[in-house]
Every structure is written in structure tokens, then in C-alpha cells.
């Protein structure tokens, strides 16, 4: 037990991250999984659904005075979404990193967009930009029961103790 008291320590960070309509259709939902997994991060909630608009416009409220904003909302409410909760050590900057920049063309090959897509309005994923976004859109897709709270073992062997 204490050691598991020194590790969880560095993990209790958490991200939302969706796969976006395009994402699940080109059937990208199990390799998107895999890069996260194989990071050394943990799934704390999954949901597959097909987003409302008040959703999808909370979401993404502050892009409500962008010329794609209609556009946005109407494609992530055509779901389906994949919607999850990761948590580790740093998890949404390096979600952010994982995932690419917002435009596919200029993400880096080995990132998500980079690697799986072409234009912005189709970059597969989404990850929360920042911790409090993150707590925000946590809330807002998830309700607390959903979350699940576990201790993978695995944290031995890619935490550090301190
Ligand atoms: P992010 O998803 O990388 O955080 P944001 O600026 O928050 O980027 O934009 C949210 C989403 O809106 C993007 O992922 C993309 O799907 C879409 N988007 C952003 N800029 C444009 C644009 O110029 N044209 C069309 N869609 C855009």
C-alpha cells in the first residue's frame, strides 16, 4: 500500500478525449486506443454516442463565433463519438502531443492526425487543450459514476517511485 501511495502520486490527471464521427466510421477507434494504452496511460470512462447539439455546442462554446462552428456542431452531432477519460502523469499535454497539431497537414508524422488525416475539419480526435477544459469537458460528457476508479498494476513498471 504505501507504495502504491508513492506512485498514484504522479497519475490522478485526466483528460477528455473523443474520437470524432470520422474517426469512428474509418474504424481508427481501436488504434487511437492502442497509442494511448501503449503510452503507459489508463482508460478511466468509454461511451460510444451520438452527441445532442446543445452537447456538441457547450463543447465547443468558445468557437461559437467561428465561421466552421455550424459546421463543427452538425458533424459531431451526426456521431457516432467515441468519448473517454484518460488519466496518467502530464496526460493532457501529452494527449495534445500524441494527438497533432489541430491541422492535420502540419501534424507530425507519428501523430494521430499527422498519421490518419487530411483536412482540419476531419482530424479524426479531439483532446482537451488544458486542465481546466479538461475538468470541464469531463464533466460535461461524463457523469461521476461513469468514471471508473482503478489501480492498473502496470504503474509499477512505468512510474518511477518517489
Ligand atoms: P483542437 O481540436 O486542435 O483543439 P480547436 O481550435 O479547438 O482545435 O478547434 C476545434 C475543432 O474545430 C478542430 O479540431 C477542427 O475539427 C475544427 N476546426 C478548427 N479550425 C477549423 C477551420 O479553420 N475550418 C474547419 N474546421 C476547423
Redesign the pocket.
Known amino acids: 500500500q504505501p507504495y502504491f501511495t508513492s506512485w498514484v502520486m504522479h497519475c490522478t490527471e485526466r483528460t477528455f478525449v473523443a474520437i ?1 464521427p470520422d474517426g469512428v466510421h474509418r474504424a481508427l477507434i481501436g488504434r487511437t486506443i492502442a497509442r494511448l494504452e501503449d503510452k503507459g496511460y489508463s482508460l478511466v470512462a468509454l461511451k460510444l454516442l451520438k452527441p445532442s447539439r446543445t452537447l456538441a455546442e457547450s463543447h ?1 462554446e ?2 461559437r463565433s ?3 462552428f455550424d ?2 456542431v452538425s458533424f459531431i452531432t451526426s456521431g457516432p463519438v467515441c468519448a473517454m477519460v484518460w488519466e496518467g502523469k502530464d496526460v493532457v499535454a501529452q494527449v ?1 502531443k500524441l ?1 497533432g ?3 492535420p497537414l502540419s501534424s507530425a508524422p507519428g501523430t494521430i492526425r499527422g498519421d490518419f488525416g487530411i483536412d ?4 479524426i480526435i ?2 482537451s ?1 488544458n486542465i481546466s477544459n479538461a475538468e470541464r469537458e469531463i464533466q460535461l460528457w461524463f457523469h461521476s459514476e461513469e468514471l471508473v476508479e482503478w489501480n492498473p498494476n502496470l504503474h509499477e513498471w512505468i512510474y518511477e517511485k518517489v
Open positions: 470524432k465547443y468558445s468557437l467561428k465561421p466552421f459546421n463543427l495534445r494527438i497539431n489541430t491541422d482540419i475539419g476531419r482530424n479531439h483532446g487543450d
